[in-house]
């Protein structure tokens, strides 16, 4: 209990250091908007190897940049979705979802998309991935592929997950609860419940 105490207040000054240290940072910064799109709302983005990649509210589903954002273009073919609000990257292939809709995965840098029929459920609510491991949270569980979304299986990981961060071996998911962790890829989970009686919004790790 003492060691789980500590981390909640080593977690929170982080927190708080980090927003600090964002307001003082975001004072300098200039922000100037994009050339699109404009198609829709924008729900989520990503980036891979020389690419944006932004998914949209509407049935076009999801556009690319190569430019840092100048210019875009629609890269949907393929893509059965009536919009995309998570996306994810994993070792060069790139995922999109849509709750009640599952996964689409592409491997060449979203020029033409394919359905994940492997995931069990196609209710997913949130996708992180770094160059090893993806995840994707569902109605029935946490799932993890680690051959670039081929084959999944199940974690021992909370249920009711909103949020994933991954930085490398350490998970982070925001559920009903709070916030759970791992530190190794998900194999087991420590401190779950730090935060308790909050639903986190979003996760993510620095550094």
Same mark, same amino acid.
């Given at each position: 209990? /003492?060691? %789980?105490?500590?981390? =909640?207040?080593? %977690? ?13 940072? /975001? ?7 994009? *050339?699109?799109? !404009?198609?829709?709302? $924008? *729900? ?6 020389? #690419?944006?990649? /932004? +998914? ?5 589903? $999801? ?6 954002? @100048? ?23 790139? !995922? /999109?979802?849509? #709750?009640? #809709? ?41 799932? =993890? ?11 021992? +990981? ?5 949020? $994933? ?13 709070? $916030?759970?962790?791992? =530190?190794? #890829? ?9 935060? !308790? ?5 979003? @996760?993510?790790? @620095?550094?």
């Amino acid at each position: 209990m /003492a060691g %789980l105490t500590c981390m =909640r207040k080593q %977690l929170f000054v982080s927190i708080v250091i980090s927003v600090c240290a964002f307001s003082v940072h /975001a004072q300098t910064l200039h922000w100037n908007p994009t *050339n699109g799109p !404009f198609q829709g709302s $924008i *729900n989520c983005y990503t980036s891979s190897l020389n #690419y944006l990649y /932004a +998914g949209t509210s509407d049935s076009e589903g $999801i556009y690319r940049s190569s430019d840092d954002g @100048v210019t875009w273009s629609w890269i949907g073919k393929g893509l059965s979705l009536p919009g995309v609000t998570m996306l994810a990257t994993n070792g060069g292939s790139i !995922f /999109a979802g849509y #709750y009640g #809709y599952g996964i689409f995965r592409s491997s060449d840098s979203g020029n033409t998309w394919s359905h994940v029929s492997s995931l069990k459920s196609k209710y997913v609510s949130a996708l992180a991935a770094n160059k090893n491991t993806c995840f994707a949270a569902t109605d029935i569980g946490l799932f =993890r592929s680690t051959d670039k979304g081929k084959s999944w299986g199940t974690t021992a +990981g909370p249920s009711g997950v909103q949020c $994933i961060a991954v930085q490398d071996s350490l998970i982070l998911v925001g559920e009903s609860s709070g $916030i759970a962790i791992s =530190r190794d #890829y998900g194999g087991s989970w420590l401190n779950e419940g730090v935060f !308790f009686g909050s639903r986190p919004l979003s @996760v993510s790790t @620095v550094g």
